[in-house]
């Protein structure tokens, strides 16, 4: 009997002939799992990366900013992140915040935060688990931290339960020393470093417009400086 097995199994392992339908019917499914679980996984990576743009586009727009940013500008990013990602306001959320670094006590300071979203905005508490992540910074500099998340489902389960997509970043302003939102950088007065409004003027700002000005003979304004409030530039001198 166990010859006779034998044999049969190596007639069967010989044997050539067969269905292809049989055989499509076999492997269809398989292949369509296959097919299905790598476009889920090409696709949540994919998802990611777009979240992740879309931080860094956001971060790179505020760091531009030399007037002062209000509760439209932030509505506006909020839906600028849902085109961006293609996300809505239900599975979606943004934070935006402000931190300074006080070289002189070695420790930083939030300025301001704004959060749309399920997400509540920092508060002055909540920065020290965010230190190791903060970069290096010199005494009275500032970044731009960008905080988004989005709720991902994949479309068919293969190997992957939903989860959500977090994405960070940190910024330096470009064109100003600060970013400043209305209401909230008391210290600063409104003043980023512009000049309050004449950003337009020669050198980018009153102070260097002063500056200018003098050289040219002209009696200058003065010019306050965003911390102390002192002169620093004094008026009508040269050079």
């Not at 007639?11 to 055989?23: L, N, P, Q």
């Not at 956001?58 to 509505?75: F, K, Q, V």
């Not at 909230?184 to 000049?195: I, K, L, R, Y």
Request: with cysteine.
């Amino acid at each position: 009997m166990l010859s006779s097995l034998l044999s049969r199994l190596r007639s069967f392992r010989a044997a050539e002939d067969g269905y292809i339908t049989v055989e499509a019917v076999i492997m269809f499914p398989m292949l369509l799992w296959l097919f299905g679980g790598t476009w889920v996984w090409f696709d949540v990576s994919r998802q990611q990366s777009l979240n992740q743009k879309a931080n860094y586009t956001i971060g790179d727009m505020i760091s531009r900013e030399t007037d002062p940013l209000n509760d439209a500008y932030i509505d506006n990013t909020f839906s600028l992140f849902h085109t961006l990602t293609d996300s809505d306001a239900a599975t979606a959320d943004m934070r935006i915040s402000v931190v300074y670094y006080d070289g002189n006590s070695k420790s930083y300071r939030l300025e301001w935060s704004e959060a749309r979203g399920a997400y509540a905005a920092l508060a002055k508490g909540d920065l020290t688990r965010y230190e190791s992540r903060l970069p290096i910074m010199a005494n009275g500099d500032e970044v731009i931290l960008v905080e988004t998340w989005e709720d991902y489902v994949p479309a068919l389960e293969a190997g992957l339960d939903a989860f959500e997509i977090k994405t960070y970043s940190f910024t330096r302003p470009r064109f100003a020393p600060q970013v400043i939102f209305d209401g909230t950088n008391s210290e600063s007065d409104g003043n980023n470093g512009w000049g309050n409004g004449d950003q337009d003027a020669t050198g980018n700002s009153l102070c260097n417009n002063n500056a200018e000005n003098a050289d040219e003979g002209a009696a200058a304004d003065e010019c306050l400086t965003n911390e102390t409030g002192g002169n620093n530039h004094e008026k009508g001198k040269k050079g």
